[in-house]
């Protein structure tokens, strides 16, 4: 073991400071355990900062206000998700548990959520509900004093001026603006918010989404006692007689060692920014191909690293390895800043994606999980893992493209900058792009030919309840529009992730177990550290911190139950 001081010694040991972290803090907090978090980064909330701040909890308790639902139910759709690789302990241990954790947090904490109406990702399956979702309300940031400026920022590019979006239905009001007064109002309500930011702070400072989720639980977290050390990694477990003590921290560079007298909570954010071990779990990655993460880059897996040190393992059969997001890269930016996620404009009719080869290759308003896969497959002999997004004048003004506003926000600059390309005909925007000419005019002949009757006899686009929901609902067909009005523009999208779900494999009681299925004394693990209870597919909206912080909740309840350690 690394010679290290003696620092501390606490009930409870969280690596991290995502939302599961929290959770897992709160809750053995709450019970009456003295906790500490470590955090790696210099400041705190991972990527649940930079998530939607979205929940997907079956059965929880607002969900009766929108329908009915079930834990039957869900369990049926989650098995459908989980294929062969269903486990029904994690599994009931998260049906049980979550509804429980939000009832605990809206109880016990600043946590505020509400429903709202959102298919599941795959309403073909037994049991899909609408109801299972739940977003999570703005927060001023001001509450949180003098812990303001250590709260990680959102991703700052899908900001408008400054002005922020906390869901995906103010997301369509947003960006409607420009063509409905409802629309138009609603921004003009949030420049008001962000003119009180300038005043009070000098420069906008929304706090929605996941921002607000990590504001919410960190201000009950530091109200009630939690204690968060920042530039602080933990590089080693402490071991005794086969059981976790603790672990030691880097703190300013200085291994300080800290005994955790009932347990240590690895959640400190999987592993998408570790070149190793996405190189042996994404396909695309191990075939030499480039690959782009939205999560914090200091999600390398540590996490991993250290239950692996103690006996532990990373679970590599998965339906998907991470939860995929198809990106685009904006010019002159770097990091996080650089990307932005393909939510809300592919789903909408005008657009179409096709390879260089010219062809399409899946449903475009399919959920992002599935879109990715779609295009790895796709591309797999061409030499990039790419795909172009292409629509044309009409609907770029509609609906923008990517990081490019609609009208009457000008968007030449994007041009310029080379992050879209322009042709003033379909000809000449495949030679830009690489395209191969004659097969995308036929594609797009095709296309649009069936597009005007509403149809699409290729990939279904358009048919089903989650389709729906991201479509326009003021046009004809909601997903489906010719691409026909020239000018018209392409963006290269490409492979992404917002997190991993390939993770530690632990039990239903959040314990990190071995690779005989026996659990490590004092170790347990939440979070995208763990291994996704629905083993790597995506169920719905909030499909990564829903069952994230329930395992959380799950390892502060079981923590509150040992005894301590001397």
């Known amino acids: 073991m690394t010679a290290a001081a003696q620092a501390d010694s606490v009930d409870v040991l969280v690596v991290g400071s995502g939302a599961a972290a929290f959770v897992a803090a709160i809750t053995a907090r709450k019970a009456g355990l003295d906790v500490l978090m470590v955090e790696k980064a210099d400041i705190y909330g991972g990527t ?8 997907w909890i079956p059965g929880n308790h607002h969900s009766a206000t929108l329908g009915p639902d079930s834990r039957e139910a869900a369990r049926t759709y989650i098995a459908h998700e989980a294929g062969n690789l269903f486990d029904a302990e994690r599994v009931d241990a998260f049906l049980e548990n979550g509804p429980e ?37 703005d927060y001023e940031a001001w509450r949180l004093g003098e812990h303001r400026k250590r709260l990680r920022p959102g991703l700052t590019q899908m900001n408008f001026m400054g002005l922020a979006v906390g869901s995906n239905v103010e997301m369509k009001q947003l960006m409607s603006a420009g063509r409905s007064l409802k629309g138009l109002a609603f921004v003009a309500r949030k420049f008001g918010l962000l003119l009180k930011d300038l005043l009070r702070y000098g420069r906008p400072d929304p706090v929605v989404r996941g921002r607000a989720l990590i504001a919410r639980l ?18 080693e477990l402490t071991m005794e007689g086969g059981r976790v003590t603790g672990a ?12 955790a007298r009932r347990g240590v909570v690895l959640s400190s954010g999987g592993f998408p920014h570790n070149a190793e071990r996405t190189a042996k779990a994404y396909p695309h990655v191990a075939a030499g191909r480039r690959h782009h993460s939205l999560s914090v880059p200091t999600n390398t897996g540590d996490g991993a690293s250290l239950a692996e040190s103690a006996g532990g393992f990373v679970e590599e059969k998965v339906q998907q390895p991470a939860a995929w997001m198809p990106a685009s890269v904006i010019p002159g930016r770097q990091g996080p800043a650089a990307m932005w996620p393909h939510i809300v404009d592919r789903q909408k009719p005008g657009y179409l994606a096709v390879t260089a080869d010219g062809r399409r290759f899946t449903n475009e308003s399919a959920p992002y999980h599935d879109f990715v896969p779609a295009m790895v497959a796709a591309t797999a002999h061409l030499p990039e893992t790419c795909a172009w997004l292409v629509c ?26 080379g992050y879209i390309l322009r042709g003033e005909t379909l000809a000449e925007l495949a030679a830009q792009a690489g395209i191969d000419a004659n097969t995308f005019e036929a594609t797009v002949e095709r296309f649009n030919r069936f597009a005007r009757l509403g149809q699409d006899p290729d990939f279904q686009r ?6 729906h929901s991201q479509g326009d609902p003021e046009a004809p067909h909601p997903n489906l529009g010719p691409v026909e009005q020239g000018p018209f523009y392409a963006l290269k999208l490409v492979p992404g992730d917002i997190g991993t779900f390939s993770g530690i494999r632990t039990d239903g009681r959040a314990r990190v177990v071995d690779s005989h299925g ?12 763990a291994l ?8 719905g909206a909030g499909g990564t911190l829903g069952p994230g912080m329930t395992l959380g909740y799950i390892a502060g309840k079981e923590l509150a139950t040992l005894e301590p350690q001397a």
């Open 518 to 529: 026996r659990p490590i004394p004092g170790l347990y693990a939440a979070g995208n550290d």
């Open 532 to 539: 996704s209870c629905i083993s790597g597919g995506y169920a």
């Open 101 to 137: 954790m939000v009832a605990f947090l809206e109880r016990e904490t600043e946590a505020e959520f509400f429903p709202f109406p959102y298919p599941d990702y795959h309403p073909d399956y037994p049991g899909h509900s609408a109801v299972r979702s739940l977003g999570i309300k």
């Open 248 to 259: 030691v921290i880097s703190v300013r560079g200085q291994p300080t060692e800290v005994r």
């Open 462 to 467: 358009g048919q089903d309840s989650y389709d």
């Open 218 to 235: 960190s201000r009950t977290a530091f109200d009630i006692g939690v204690e968060l050390w920042l530039e602080a990694p933990a590089t």
């Open 392 to 417: 044309d004048s009409r609907t770029i003004r509609r609906y923008g493209l990517g990081f490019v506003k609609p009208a009457p926000v000008p968007f030449g600059q994007h041009v310029r900058s």
């Open 48 to 55: 649940s900062c930079f998530s939607g701040g979205v929940l």
